[in-house]
């Protein structure tokens, strides 16, 4: 039987020949549940539209700081387009300027988060994440990993993290386990962020701004204000999770 350990504060001893700075590279992808009027001529264009959306993120951090952000070499095209005989869907979908920013020194990190055109700036410490190890082990672009699952009542998430890069890091947010997280799978696929480059190697300070725009709030407050705002439109749209779209004829 394999061995399970629950982690909540960590204390890292980093290897001095170890490489604590440089880019990661993530593929970010986000299921999509899109709901159109029921006609058979709407339903056909929802067959033709995407399954999911996919973007290019990026992780930069040293040994002081780390900053998750939009991959600033790729164009972000978010517009989803469908036809079908004479009818046309074409979805608007602008990326906001998210962001996360992990202090390493003072162990908290910094969440700018856009939510109905207001943003909001979101303080947590990295001893809130506790993660279960479950004993199993994959390679990630050649690092040895082994998975953790996130001990949250939330939200489910499982990850992939490597000691072979000793930082206490991971895209989005996540963070506070023995190693970097090269994986993260979120809610059963939900949101699924997996590194597809890894770039050690001394980066420019500048890179790592830390944010400052946005409502300063904690995780909880806006959890909360997220699902009050959330359940509103739900009952606006009659129950469910889905998106719908009503088409004017």
């Not at 962001?99 to 988060?113: E, V």
Request: glycine residues 6%; contains cysteine.
């Amino acid at each position: 039987m394999k061995n399970i350990l629950l982690l909540s504060s960590l204390a890292l001893v980093i290897n001095a020949t170890a490489q604590t700075t440089g880019k990661i590279t993530y593929e970010e992808k986000i299921k999509l549940n899109i709901q159109i009027d029921d006609t058979d001529s709407n339903n056909e264009m929802l067959k033709n539209l995407p399954k999911e959306k996919t973007s290019k993120k990026e992780l930069v951090f040293n040994s002081d700081a780390a900053l998750y952000k939009k991959n600033p070499k790729e164009k972000q095209n978010s517009d989803l387009e469908s036809e079908h005989g004479e009818g046309k869907i074409v979805i608007k979908m602008d990326e906001p300027d998210d962001c996360s920013y992990a202090d390493l020194k003072d162990r908290k990190i910094y969440d700018q988060r856009e939510f109905m055109s207001r943003q909001f700036l979101i303080e947590s410490k990295f001893d809130e994440q506790i993660w279960k190890l479950t004993g199993n082990e994959k390679s990630i672009l050649g690092y040895p990993c082994q998975e953790a699952v996130l001990q949250d009542t939330n939200k489910k998430a499982i990850a992939w993290f490597t000691a072979a890069i000793p930082v206490s890091i991971g895209p989005n947010g996540y963070c506070n386990l023995p190693g970097l997280i090269l994986s993260v799978e979120v809610n059963g696929g939900d949101q699924v962020m997996t590194a597809t480059h890894v770039d050690l190697g001394a980066v420019d300070s500048k890179e790592l701004s830390k944010p400052k725009d946005g409502k300063k709030m904690s995780k909880p407050e806006f959890r909360k204000m997220v699902a009050e705002k959330q359940k509103e439109m739900q009952e606006e749209n009659g129950g469910g999770n889905n998106v719908i779209i009503r088409i004017k004829k």
